[in-house]
């Protein structure tokens, strides 16, 4: 029982040091979640009018990375005509640095068009690191383009 309760504390403090961003640059050629190549990837625009006739695509994007989650890496927020598209890791599976910020990247997942709640949009918000004055001030859902990547390259 007493290793039980030794490995408890362990255990904790490893998921907490796990649930950090990658320390360091993306620099061109880093690859984070599974290893994927830029071929074929299209831009954002473009995938925006491919969701038009269906709602989800197997596909790869390329594009520039607008903001990236503060608190673990565990979304990224990618430049399109029509604002930004939201793009999570697949089941967490791996976070990527703060420094994508700005750079230039390949992402290869599940596109789906989807309204996304208010409640998600504060708390995408709250980890961008935004004002209680910018997190308040949502109050309407958000009719956007999400992504599940299973892969990341950085150009």
């Known amino acids: 029982m007493k290793k039980i309760l030794l490995l408890l504390p362990a255990l904790f403090l490893g998921f907490i040091l ?4 990658p320390k360091g640059e993306a620099n061109e050629g880093m690859i984070f979640g599974e290893k994927i190549l ?3 990837a299209i831009s954002t625009n473009e ?3 491919k969701l038009q006739s269906t709602n989800t695509l197997q596909i790869k994007v390329t594009g520039l990375v607008k903001e990236v989650c503060k608190s673990e890496g565990c979304w990224l927020r990618m430049k399109t005509d029509n604002g930004s598209m939201l793009i999570k890791m697949k089941d967490h599976s791996f976070f990527v640095p703060l420094s994508m910020n700005g750079k230039i990247i390949v992402v290869d997942g599940i596109a789906t068009l ?3 709640s208010v409640d998600m949009l504060k708390h995408y918000a709250e ?3 935004k004002t ?3 997190i308040d001030a949502i109050t ?4 956007e383009i999400t992504m599940e990547a299973k892969g990341i390259l950085v150009l």
Not at 18 to 21: D, G, I, K, M, V
């Open 18 to 21: 796990l649930a950090q961003p």
């Open 38 to 40: 830029a071929d074929g």
């Open 47 to 49: 995938l925006t009018a």
């Open 114 to 116: 989807k309204e996304t």
């Open 127 to 129: 980890d961008a690191g």
């Open 132 to 134: 209680k004055a910018e």
């Open 140 to 143: 309407q859902p958000k009719k």
